[in-house]
């Protein structure tokens, strides 16, 4: 059974640092890229962040460049999402999310159950 698992979110205040983690079992976590995806409260879904199969390519959504970081540590099946300079909009939910395949080319299949971050004084 394939499963993601996130943590590592909650509150913090405008201008802090938060790193989420997803840990995943019931696949070959090597052979397939990863993202992270969040929704705001009210709103749609948003890519955040995109990293191929060996962390060797990473994608970043226009207002999260230069403030998160996508990492991946394949030994730990575990994929990583640090957020810096944390704005109030960046409050949402966060999706830890597989592809089908080593790229981001590739759809979309199997999402976590998501991680709650809140950005407020």
């Known amino acids: 059974e394939v499963q993601l698992v996130e943590s590592g979110g909650g509150l913090v205040q405008p201008g802090g640092s938060l790193r989420l983690s997803c840990t995943v079992s019931?696949?070959?976590?090597?052979?397939?890229?990863m993202s992270w995806v969040r929704q705001a409260p009210g709103k749609g879904l948003e890519w955040v962040s995109s990293?191929?199969?060996?962390?060797?390519?990473?994608y970043y959504g226009e207002s999260m460049k230069g403030r998160f970081t996508i990492s991946r540590d394949n030994a730990k099946y575990t994929l990583y999402l640090q957020m810096n300079s944390l704005k109030s909009e960046d409050t949402a939910v966060y999706y830890c999310?597989?592809?089908?395949?080593?790229?981001?080319?590739?759809?979309?299949?199997?999402w976590g159950k998501g991680a709650l971050v809140t950005v407020s004084s």
């Open positions: 990293t191929t199969w060996n962390g060797a390519a990473t």
């Open positions: 019931g696949f070959t976590f090597d052979d397939y890229a």
């Open positions: 999310v597989k592809h089908f395949g080593k790229t981001r080319a590739h759809g979309m299949d199997y």
